[in-house]
């Protein structure tokens, strides 16, 4: 053994805690490794799940059959290979088709965890092959009350939707909460979304006793021979804190979307506007590239548009972005580029739009989509909660306005004779009942009830006209949720080397660990369900194979 002095010793050292992290400790803790700590970079628990809308996308999950939703191996590899053919690693994708189904049982069994099927939230992209127009494979949260939590509900990060809710999704969408129960789950400070899978989580946690080292930042592996056995981390002071990991460490510390080095240096186009917690710089993947990992998925981040809602006083402090996914897919609202012009489906989901912003202009050496903007009028932001600002609200300070929009294409940079013919065509196609140039509105993503209006049937639940001043445009980033490379596993989670050959005691989930399911985006809750479900496996593996040291 590698003579070190530690700070303290544990059968399994997590590093972070996200959904992914937590579901490691608690399933490690819960095979037989009955000492696990987790370390947590910050002063929270959670990371991004917790700001997140918290869904998981699981195929052939058992919510989904006892919503009476049919599904199979055969359709579920013929909807992914049909969106990415032949660029899945099909060891690993086994794995995650196998192992989801049975880490949901697993939690609904021995956790505080409350999932459910949305039965009815289509696939992203339902027109594909083997894909489930009608929803099933998408799970959403119950409500969850933080008196559970004690003195630690505090501790996890806050949302950063624009809608809190009481309640699931689907309750909130179908407007199913009388006041009474409302009023209830005021008082219990019930919470969904993913404040109530963060949440049930963490109390999972707390149930076990699995201790949670807050402001321990880890900064390097510890290898004695070819086996890693224990982590360097530092405190809030910058000192050396030590833990011995007598059979393994998992990297759950989520994706390096704030290392502008890392993400100049490895992914494909501009990521302007990460909207995950800050903390993600990246710092599992330095480790795992120090100790010889295998990387993979490099180029790919799970792309979302956002909005710059203001620039920190403190120079150390991170710029807050807003999620901007459902503004754009209404009534009355475009994308744009400088030239005025649309160029995409703007109801599409957002992993595959933020694909369009990458195309490259040779004739002028650019990003022909970037920069771009949001156009809405008067009439939208009368009816619509646009970004945090509620129906008919102030003006916020990040959204520009004109009354007529060639002064507002002036303001913004954008040609004023292109952005007026794009919005008179526009305007003319939506009467005619039909999107000649991007067919926005022709599929049930499209028009699904949480991104539309559904005062207004099927394409005019995402098609309406922009005639009414003033105007306004809001200057939008290529955002992202996180990356999704990172060190490369087997199907046990287990991180290989260039060799193909597994690291022992070095395990990844989450967004810190080459996704599974590449650069593709199957539903909502595409990076939570493969990351907890390989959080899952390493927990089980590390309890169940691998000896102490």
Not at 1 to 13: C, K, Q, T
Not at 24 to 39: C, M, Y
Request: charge should be negative.
């Amino acid at each position: 053994m590698i003579e070190m002095e530690w700070n303290r010793e544990a059968d399994v050292v997590v590093l972070g805690s996200g959904g992914a992290a937590m579901t490691a400790a608690i399933t490690a803790h819960d095979f037989g490794a009955k000492d696990v700590v987790i370390l947590e970079r910050n002063g929270m628990v959670g990371g991004t799940t917790a700001m997140s809308g918290g869904m998981l996308w699981i195929p052939n999950n058992h919510h989904q059959r006892e919503a009476g939703i049919e599904d199979s191996d055969e359709d579920i590899v013929t909807y992914l290979d049909s969106l990415a053919p032949g660029m899945l690693d099909p060891e690993t994708l086994w794995a995650f088709m196998q192992n989801g189904p049975e880490m949901l049982r697993y939690l609904a069994e021995k956790t505080p965890v409350r999932l459910c099927a949305f039965a009815d939230f289509p696939d992203y992209q339902p027109y594909s092959p083997g894909a489930k127009p009608d929803g099933g494979r998408s799970l959403d949260n119950e409500a969850f009350s933080f008196e559970r939590l004690g003195k630690w509900a505090t501790r996890v990060n806050p949302s950063k939707m624009a809608y809190p809710l009481r309640g699931s999704l689907m309750e909130a969408i179908r407007g199913s909460m009388d006041e009474e129960t409302l009023a209830e789950r005021e008082r219990g400070d019930y919470r969904g979304l993913g404040q109530a899978l963060a949440g049930s989580l963490f109390l999972a946690v707390i149930e076990r006793g699995i201790p949670v080292e807050f402001e321990k930042r880890a900064r390097k592996l510890v290898k004695d021979g070819d086996r890693i056995v224990g982590v360097i981390a530092e405190d809030a002071n910058g000192k050396p804190y030590t833990v011995r990991a007598r059979r393994g460490v998992v990297i759950a510390t989520g994706g390096f979307e704030w290392n502008e080095t890392l993400v100049k240096t490895f992914v494909r186009g501009p990521l302007t506007g990460p909207v995950s917690v800050p903390e993600n710089e990246g710092d599992g993947l330095l480790m795992a590239i120090e100790a010889g990992a295998q990387l993979g998925n490099m180029q790919n981040a799970f792309w979302m548009q956002s909005v710059l809602e203001f620039e920190p006083q403190h120079r150390s402090a991170k710029p807050n972005y807003l999620l901007g996914s459902d503004e754009r897919a209404r009534p009355g609202a475009i994308l744009v580029n400088r030239s005025g012009k649309r160029f995409v489906n703007e109801a599409a989901n957002y992993n595959a739009l933020g694909k369009s912003l990458h195309a490259f202009d040779a004739g002028t050496h650019s990003y022909a989509n970037l920069p771009y903007w949001l156009i809405i009028d008067q009439r939208y932001r009368n009816k619509y909660h646009t970004f945090k600002t509620p129906a008919g609200g102030p003006v916020p300070s990040f959204m520009m306005q004109a009354d007529t929009l060639e002064e507002l294409a002036a303001k913004a940079g954008i040609d004023p004779a292109g952005l007026t013919a794009t919005v008179e065509r526009f305007n003319q196609m939506v009467r005619n009942g039909h999107d000649d140039d991007f067919n926005r509105g022709d599929n049930t993503y499209d028009n699904f009830y949480m991104w539309g209006d559904m005062d207004f049937d099927p394409p005019h639940r995402t098609l309406g006209v922009i005639d009414q001043g003033p105007f306004f445009a809001v200057k939008m980033e290529a955002g992202a949720l996180g990356t999704a490379g990172g060190p490369k596993t087997n199907a046990d989670a287990q991180v290989v080397d260039w060799n193909g050959n597994p690291i022992p005691g070095l395990y990844a989930a989450g967004n810190a660990m080459a996704a599974v399911l590449g650069d593709l985006y199957g539903g909502a809750g595409g990076t939570l369900g493969p990351g907890m479900t390989f959080g899952y496996i390493a927990g089980r593996h590390l309890a169940e194979h691998l000896p102490n040291v």
